[in-house]
């Protein structure tokens, strides 16, 4: 029965406004490397964490209903890539790559049902799997071509686009013969988005003083898609400029989410008017598409015509940092938590 | 070349809040009742004038580009059911009766090719085809039957409930096996919604000082479907009522039609956690629809399974006050004009 250490990132408090470090605590836990007997768990070995706008949701008491809520002192659980330690389920075996649900501590005990899917391709780096092949990157894929419906030659516009989902709805709008513009925080993301990522255009939302012209600048004839990432000020400058019969999967709405009283949209009429499509989704609506998904992008990820940009914290002790982080846009490109340092 | 007299509603000034009654002009005009040689127009004596609210968003002076404008001191227009005077286009002749786009005036010179439909059945009244069986119609059937997308059992809220549109979303949503609830602006339209148009529940929105409250008493369950013809606040209130995968037709805004600034949404995240289809629509996007819809609303008429509601005003003189009305929810019912005092 070999007890080890076991750290972890629990919650101290449910959060109200903006998430602080001090909302969560680093723990030195045990656990047990022994399965009991005939259980069908499995103990996982924690590799990567990943780090999404969601989890804010989590951290809220009772506020988000259909999205649960985390118990007090406990973990923070998310996606991760984990290692197979031992399983009571013949599906999967010790060493076994694996990503799904996991916890926010070294090793954990989860249901063997719980794991998502497991890892095949190992000849890409196992982060990915939090990201690109992993929820972020199925959100991308799933979101933008069966809500988009992109077609070639249309108008894209893009808001956090240097994030862990919105640099890919970039590249496959790029892919699908669409003209694409991007918004990010920083003269580095949008650096990015345009010298890496292959945007036609980009643009700092920060200095952009009247967004509604910004958007008249880069789309003189309108916007037939626009993925929704942040919500607020940005969705209700981006409506008086969708085109006919224009789509808006919104997959985020990461401005308003530590807001205690949202921002109002005002300018919802247009949906009449331009007879526009605006339609929510979460990765689960998509997880019945990966192995098509995987079909698509790992080709692209081997001949570096998609890319993807990672920001990696090292440790668990920098997991609540890099999580705030997400909120004033400290990282760039999609958040990682390298849970065992190399 | 018989020239008569030619009563007309025009437009005085551009529209900004709330319109009045002053802001049209009843005139007395002329006009010649015989077609120029070789002309392919229609000479048309216009009978029911439809006043419906889309009509505001022509009166502002370049709001709506979608829409258009009206000219300044000519006649307004809309839709209307007119008998043929005299026809260029030999697909029309003497006698004919048609809907479709026509002028807030007695006689109409328009082109042809403007006509809409023929009126093929008159055993029901003429009136019907500013309503139920015209524009409104065909917009309640298309936006509910092709973006409601109603299945038996589903809660359907619906709002502006007795008017041109609602009353008939309500009772197609009966006719699907839907519970169905209202809301609307007086004690008089609530009872009709229970007792004449077969509503489950109604409520005068008015009464109510919290709307969400509200929502959760008549759908402790949540809402599949949420027709909707107001915005604002209303649409503010039924997001978090919203059930998983739910939709939301966007036929109108009524409430923020008047509003130099629209009231703002703030509950728009519930598009994601619920992952609900948000669509706006005109009718324009069903005409394709109209015969198949005539198919199915004729025997409901004629059987009685469907009644429509409607509050005619007589003569052009009250054309305005009723158009204004409109906006103070005066009307009970679909508002039309009589054009021919009978």
Same mark, same amino acid.
């Given at each position: 029965?070999?007890?080890?250490?076991?750290?972890?990132?629990?919650?101290?408090?449910?959060?109200?406004?903006?998430?602080?470090? !001090? /909302? @969560?605590?680093?723990?030195?836990?045990?656990?047990?490397?022994?399965?009991?007997?005939?259980?069908? /768990?499995?103990?996982?070995?924690?590799?990567?964490?990943?780090?999404?706008?969601?989890?804010?949701?989590? @951290?809220?008491?009772?506020?988000?209903? *259909?999205?649960?809520?985390?118990?007090?002192?406990?973990?923070?659980?998310?996606?991760?890539?984990?290692?197979?330690?031992?399983?009571?389920?013949? /599906?999967?075996?010790?060493?076994?790559?694996?990503?799904?649900?996991?916890?926010?501590?070294?090793?954990?005990?989860?249901?063997?049902?719980?794991?998502?899917?497991?890892?095949?391709?190992?000849?890409? =780096?196992? !982060?990915?799997?939090?990201?690109?092949?992993?929820?972020?990157?199925?959100?991308?894929? *799933?979101?933008?071509?069966?809500? *988009?419906?992109?077609?070639? +030659?249309?108008?894209?516009?893009?808001? $956090?686009?240097?994030?862990?989902?919105?640099?890919?709805?970039?590249?496959?709008?790029?892919?699908?013969?669409? #003209?694409?513009?991007?918004?990010?925080?920083?003269?580095?993301?949008?650096?990015?988005?345009?010298?890496?990522?292959?945007?036609?255009? $980009?643009?700092?939302?920060?200095?952009? !003083?009247?967004?509604?012209?910004?958007?008249?600048? #880069?789309? =003189?004839? &309108?916007?037939?898609? #626009?993925?929704?990432?942040? &919500? &607020?000020?940005?969705?209700? $400058?981006?409506?008086?400029? @969708?085109?006919?019969?224009?789509?808006?999967?919104?997959?985020? @709405?990461?401005?308003?989410?530590?807001?205690?009283?949202?921002?109002?949209?005002?300018?919802?009429?247009?949906?009449?008017?331009?007879?526009?499509?605006?339609? *929510?989704?979460?990765?689960?609506?998509? #997880?019945?598409?990966?192995?098509?998904?995987?079909?698509?992008?790992?080709?692209?990820?081997?001949? +570096?015509?998609?890319?993807?940009?990672? /920001?990696? $914290?090292?440790?668990?002790?920098?997991?609540?940092?890099?999580?705030?982080?997400?909120?004033?846009?400290?990282?760039?490109?999609?958040?990682?938590?390298?849970?065992?340092?190399?």
């Amino acid at each position: 029965m070999a007890e080890v250490k076991n750290k972890q990132v629990i919650l101290k408090n449910y959060v109200v406004c903006f998430p602080k470090e !001090s /909302d @969560m605590n680093i723990v030195e836990g045990t656990i047990t490397l022994k399965l009991p007997e005939g259980s069908s /768990d499995v103990l996982l070995k924690n590799l990567y964490l990943s780090c999404d706008p969601y989890l804010r949701l989590l @951290m809220a008491k009772n506020r988000y209903v *259909g999205f649960g809520t985390y118990t007090l002192h406990s973990p923070l659980a998310g996606n991760g890539v984990s290692q197979v330690v031992e399983s009571g389920n013949p /599906d999967y075996k010790k060493g076994d790559l694996v990503w799904g649900p996991t916890k926010w501590e070294e090793y954990s005990l989860i249901p063997s049902s719980q794991i998502r899917f497991k890892i095949e391709h190992t000849d890409v =780096p196992l !982060s990915y799997y939090t990201g690109i092949l992993g929820m972020p990157g199925l959100t991308a894929y *799933g979101g933008f071509f069966e809500f *988009g419906s992109p077609k070639r +030659g249309e108008n894209v516009f893009v808001s $956090a686009a240097s994030g862990a989902v919105g640099q890919l709805v970039g590249q496959f709008a790029k892919l699908s013969g669409c #003209y694409v513009v991007g918004s990010a925080g920083s003269k580095e993301k949008v650096d990015l988005l345009k010298n890496k990522l292959g945007f036609d255009e $980009a643009f700092n939302y920060k200095e952009e !003083s009247d967004l509604n012209a910004t958007l008249k600048r #880069y789309f =003189p004839e &309108g916007i037939d898609i #626009y993925f929704e990432n942040v &919500g &607020g000020k940005t969705l209700d $400058a981006v409506l008086p400029n @969708m085109r006919l019969h224009g789509r808006i999967p919104v997959c985020g @709405m990461i401005s308003q989410y530590n807001l205690a009283e949202p921002e109002g949209v005002t300018n919802l009429a247009h949906l009449i008017f331009k007879r526009i499509k605006m339609e *929510g989704f979460i990765v689960n609506d998509f #997880y019945h598409l990966y192995p098509k998904f995987l079909e698509f992008v790992l080709p692209h990820i081997r001949e +570096g015509k998609v890319v993807y940009v990672e /920001d990696i $914290a090292e440790g668990l002790e920098n997991g609540p940092a890099a999580l705030v982080g997400l909120f004033s846009g400290r990282n760039v490109g999609k958040q990682v938590i390298s849970v065992v340092r190399e």
